[in-house]
């Protein structure tokens, strides 16, 4: 089942008109998110994602919304899918899909996954939105034999990876790439960047060149379905580094779930 325009429709396929701007060109913006208890769970952040999406609404100026029936859909669809992806057309349609925990989840939060280092071609376009346009992180991603890829800009700095937002430790620090870097707010990303600085806990933002990545202790990605995932091995042209995916650090940031 999902919930389109308005309506709860239970398919497996979605009639779109031919010539819909969101099927040629990719004209969406969307964003997913994790439902905890509910729409209104201080973790869920539903009033957080909808605000991302209304920035990228006003910023290409496209219809917005009938936000009502959006959280209507959404209500309808959490208690069947812990996960939904909320999907905006530019003339307000709405386009809502559920989906469930990865199976391996917390296997993966435990210890950790392998990635590669994509050419700086992957990057995506428009980095500061969540556009229907996200072949580059897609083809990052499945291209390569490892559970995500970690995208780069010309000068070969680490920017975020295919679906989240990259975080290091180093030197009694969390690092993470700064957003003017050309990479995407993860609602995540300020979830932890807000809950760290009211720990007093030291917060780097500054761009992941290729001498600061190899000082780096222990490495992670997040977003907010899988919360924190660490990175134990990264595979680059040049060779692999090795991170700790038990390092004590990730305790400090597991406390905000």
């Given at each position: 089942?999902?919930?389109?325009?308005?309506?709860?429709?239970?398919?497996?396929?979605?009639?779109?008109?031919?010539?819909?701007?969101?099927?040629?060109?990719?004209?969406?913006?969307?964003?997913?998110?994790?439902?905890?208890?509910?729409?209104?769970?201080?973790?869920?952040?539903?009033?957080?994602?909808?605000?991302?999406?209304?920035?990228?609404?006003?910023?290409?100026?496209?219809?917005?919304?009938?936000?009502?029936?959006?959280?209507q859909g959404a209500q309808l669809l959490f208690p069947h899918f812990p996960v939904l992806r909320i999907t905006l057309f530019p003339d307000g349609r709405e386009w809502i899909i559920g989906r469930f925990l990865p199976a391996d989840l917390t296997e993966k939060q435990k210890n950790g996954i392998r990635c590669c280092v994509a050419s700086s071609e992957f990057s995506r376009s428009l980095p500061s939105h969540k556009t229907g346009n996200y072949l580059s992180a897609w083809l990052a991603k499945t291209n390569s034999n490892v559970q995500e890829a970690i995208l780069t800009d010309a000068q070969g700095n680490w920017l975020e990876t295919?679906?989240?937002?990259?975080?290091?430790?180093?030197?009694?620090?969390?690092?993470?790439?700064?957003?003017?870097?050309?990479?995407?707010?993860?609602?995540?990303?300020?979830?932890?960047?807000?809950?760290l600085q009211n720990q007093q806990q030291a917060i780097q933002e500054a761009p992941w060149s290729v001498e600061l990545v190899q000082k780096f202790q222990a490495i992670a990605y997040t977003n907010s379905v899988v919360e924190i995932i660490p990175i134990h091995t990264v595979y680059q042209p040049t060779g692999s580094l090795q991170y700790n995916p038990h390092h004590p650090s990730f305790q400090q940031i597991k406390g905000l779930f």
């Amino acid at each position: 089942m999902f919930w389109y325009d308005g309506k709860l429709i239970h398919s497996q396929t979605l009639e779109l008109n031919i010539n819909d701007p969101g099927l040629l060109y990719g004209a969406t913006v969307f964003t997913t998110l994790r439902v905890y208890e509910n729409l209104d769970s201080n973790l869920t952040h539903w009033q957080a994602h909808c605000d991302r999406l209304l920035f990228s609404l006003q910023s290409f100026g496209w219809q917005q919304p009938n936000w009502q029936r959006v959280r209507q859909g959404a209500q309808l669809l959490f208690p069947h899918f812990p996960v939904l992806r909320i999907t905006l057309f530019p003339d307000g349609r709405e386009w809502i899909i559920g989906r469930f925990l990865p199976a391996d989840l917390t296997e993966k939060q435990k210890n950790g996954i392998r990635c590669c280092v994509a050419s700086s071609e992957f990057s995506r376009s428009l980095p500061s939105h969540k556009t229907g346009n996200y072949l580059s992180a897609w083809l990052a991603k499945t291209n390569s034999n490892v559970q995500e890829a970690i995208l780069t800009d010309a000068q070969g700095n680490w920017l975020e990876t295919s679906t989240g937002n990259l975080w290091g430790w180093y030197d009694g620090c969390w690092w993470t790439p700064p957003i003017k870097a050309g990479i995407l707010p993860g609602i995540m990303r300020s979830q932890l960047i807000n809950y760290l600085q009211n720990q007093q806990q030291a917060i780097q933002e500054a761009p992941w060149s290729v001498e600061l990545v190899q000082k780096f202790q222990a490495i992670a990605y997040t977003n907010s379905v899988v919360e924190i995932i660490p990175i134990h091995t990264v595979y680059q042209p040049t060779g692999s580094l090795q991170y700790n995916p038990h390092h004590p650090s990730f305790q400090q940031i597991k406390g905000l779930f």
